[in-house]
Structure formats: structure tokens, C-alpha cells
């Protein structure tokens, strides 16, 4: 699977979060399938999210569905007709927000390992509470993921290995 493009999230400026939190509505709503029309969109669809006042909301939305005309283009009114946005109160979970450089690529999902995650924890779209974490490692984890030397897919450029003291 190749890596897919991430959802938007407005929360202490614009983010990208490596989470689908449509996906628990959707699969309330059998008449609603998505076409995917490019490999870095799987889901056919990406949502825009803003946390306000500690709820998490939809604002936005482009996506792709597919009838016997061909693919067409919808927004946010083809899931919620007439609303410019939506408080999202079917969605408990944790949307995961990745921060800084790629440490890792990894060619499928939302796999890739970024210098550091923040968490977000909503129970029925109320965030209840945040953690990060720190993905760089020690010294001597950075120097093992290097020489792993996994491959890049054309395109994407390794970050220059920098200088690191021995860790003793």
C-alpha cells in the first residue's frame, strides 16, 4: 500500500494527523462509498478538522464517488447536507499528529515514523486529553535505524545523516 495523504487538522495552527476519524461514521452509512482515484488517497476522501473549544469538528471535505457517468467530485454537503461544519460526536479515539522530519518512510498507511507524535484523546468528539511522544531514540537507536539503509521510493530524498556524539 503506498503512503496516504494525510487528513487536516486545525489545532494550534494547520497540521497534518495520520488518523481517519470519518471512518467511524461512515460505516454507519451504507449509502455513502467513496472511489479512490489516485494510490495516495486509498479512502477516496480528505477531511478537514478543527478542534474548537476542545471538540473536534468537520469543516471540510473533498472526496471522489463513482455512479455510471464516471467519478465526480463532493464536499462536506454530500455527507451533511446544508452544514458548513460538524461536531463530530461519533468519533472516541486517539488522532495522531506527526511532527518534524521523516525518520523512517515507510511505503504503506500512515506507517512513517516522524521525529515526534502528538496524541489527541476524544471520547464522542470532546478531547479528554494530549500526550507525545519523543520517536528519535537514543543515539544508539538512530545509528541502528540508519544502517538499515531501508530503501527510498524515487523521489524521496534520505535526510543527510548528521554528526552525533558516541553515546557512552
Not at 482515484?37 to 471535505?61: A, D, F, H
Not at 523512517?104 to 478531547?127: C, M, N, P, R, T
Amino acid at each position: 500500500m503506498t503512503a496516504q495523504i494525510h487528513e487536516i487538522l486545525i489545532y494550534g495552527g494547520k497540521v497534518g494527523m495520520a488518523t481517519e476519524p470519518l471512518k467511524q461514521h461512515l460505516k454507519t452509512r451504507k449509502d455513502i462509498r467513496f472511489s479512490s482515484i489516485t494510490s495516495y488517497c486509498w479512502r477516496g476522501y480528505q477531511g478537514k478538522w478543527e478542534v474548537n473549544n476542545n471538540k473536534l469538528y468537520l469543516v471540510g471535505l473533498q472526496g471522489h464517488i463513482r455512479d455510471r457517468k464516471g467519478y465526480h467530485e463532493v464536499s462536506l454537503d454530500y455527507l451533511f447536507p446544508g452544514k458548513s461544519e460538524v461536531f463530530a460526536e461519533w468519533y472516541s479515539g486517539e488522532i495522531r499528529i506527526p511532527i518534524g522530519k521523516i525518520l523512517e518512510y515507510v511505503h504503506g498507511g500512515f506507517a512513517s515514523i516522524y521525529e515526534k507524535d502528538l496524541f489527541l484523546k476524544f471520547d464522542k468528539g470532546i478531547l479528554t486529553g494530549t500526550h507525545e511522544t519523543d520517536n528519535r531514540g537514543t543515539e544508539k537507536e538512530i545509528r541502528a535505524r540508519e544502517k538499515r539503509e531501508l530503501p527510498i521510493p524515487p523521489g524521496i530524498k534520505r535526510e543527510p545523516k548528521q554528526n552525533l556524539k558516541n553515546e557512552e
